[in-house]
């Protein structure tokens, strides 16, 4: 017997449709994915079935093909475990199958049934708004989440027993209710500054017109003191401006709480790849510089960071977003953000000071 069962991909910041499919049939037990699985959607046969016999149901000893459509699209991560479980499920008569109509499912399965977040919460929910239907069966966590967008009805399961008594009609499922703002981020005060009054005013400056600031200085000047407290004077997000962080923040699966209000603040080591800074992977993900979109990227010891990830930071400081093309697509992340850099004047971090003597050569300086 066939059964379908809806679910969402990833594909940059993107949920785009899938239909799982699944298909039990005679023959010699055995169970393949097709449609561009990655090792973990292979994987998910060892915990659908643990899942399902931990279950005290009954798990099919047959020819078992399980199909994700588009199949030309690539499928990554556990997401689609409890899809699978449930339209496995419904081809062997235990679920109707009417009852996987009208709803997109995502979850990881654990072995003992569990239902674990999966990330792009947010990404589904604002995807069933263009697709429809607009309901969700989603784990917990990533069904909160998905409840800040308004308009689609998520609803939040934490086992697999508990997914099938809801579509066998056993049990209600109460629609996850969004948590509303998330807890403002207790940045450092910008008053704790005592001195400095001119690079206090550069970067009053810099953020009162988001203004990329660059400083330098001697080792203990205050540089990252400043920097880290240059966030607690930048406005709060507006409405949109938060969507956008909220959206960037579900498909990079950081959790978010509520909508974010204070904008954000990364400052990642001088040892990130480019990859890791512009974003990337065989499907791209968000990096450093979309995740401090309507905030502040902090780079500390600019002149230790690899020239290449310093080239790749062109394209987002003049266009606001980092395009990223692969054979198959192309990504655009937002990625609109105030750049601030901090850097010692040489190699040892003493010349011009008054104090110290610089143990530099010229050539040293001069680089």
């Known amino acids: 017997m066939l059964a379908r069962a809806k679910t969402f991909a990833l594909w940059g910041l993107e949920a785009v449709p899938v239909t799982v499919e699944a298909d039990v ?42 199909n994700l459509a588009p199949a030309d699209l690539k499928k990554e991560g556990p997401r689609f475990d409890l899809p699978i479980a449930l339209a496995l499920l419904a081809a062997q008569g235990v679920l109707p199958l009417e009852a996987l109509e009208g709803l997109y499912i995502a979850g990881e399965l654990g072995l003992g049934g569990e239902v674990r977040p999966v990330p792009g919460g947010v990404n589904m929910a604002l995807a069933t708004l263009r697709a ?81 600031l660059l400083m330098s200085g001697t080792p203990g000047s205050g540089k990252t003191m400043i920097a ?59 990096g450093e510089v979309s995740l401090a979109h309507r905030g502040v990227l902090f780079l500390d010891e600019l002149p230790e960071f690899s020239r290449r990830a310093l080239e790749v930071l062109r394209q987002p400081l003049e266009d606001g977003v980092v395009s990223i093309a692969r054979a198959r697509a192309s990504f655009t992340f937002p990625a609109r953000f105030l750049l601030v850099a901090a850097m010692n004047p040489c190699p040892c971090g003493w010349y011009g000071d008054p104090e110290r003597a610089c143990t530099c050569s010229p050539h040293q300086i001069r680089r």
Request: hydrophobic share 40%.
């Open 132 to 212: 429809g239907p607009r309901r969700l069966l989603l784990p917990v966590a990533t069904a909160r989440e998905a409840a800040l967008v308004e308009g689609v009805e998520a609803l939040p399961v934490q086992t697999l027993e508990e997914a099938i008594a809801f579509l066998r009609g056993e049990a209600e499922l109460a629609p996850a209710s969004p948590e509303g703002e998330e807890e403002a981020e207790a940045y450092p005060d910008f008053a704790d500054l005592k001195g400095q009054a001119k690079a206090r005013r550069a970067a009053e400056i810099a953020a009162a017109g988001f203004h990329h």
């Open 25 to 66: 049939s005679p023959g010699l037990p055995s169970y393949s994915v097709v449609g561009l699985p990655d090792a973990a959607v292979n994987e998910s046969r060892d915990r659908v079935r643990a899942a399902i016999k931990n279950a005290g149901l009954p798990y099919p000893q047959a020819r078992v093909v399980v």
């Open 228 to 286: 880290r407290r240059l966030p607690g004077v930048l406005p709060d997000l507006t409405q949109e401006e938060a969507m956008e962080v909220l959206r960037i923040r579900s498909a990079a699966g950081i959790p978010s709480r509520g909508l974010p209000r204070r904008p954000p603040f990364r400052a990642p080591h001088h040892t990130v790849s480019e990859v890791g800074l512009v974003g990337g992977g065989a499907v791209p993900r968000p």
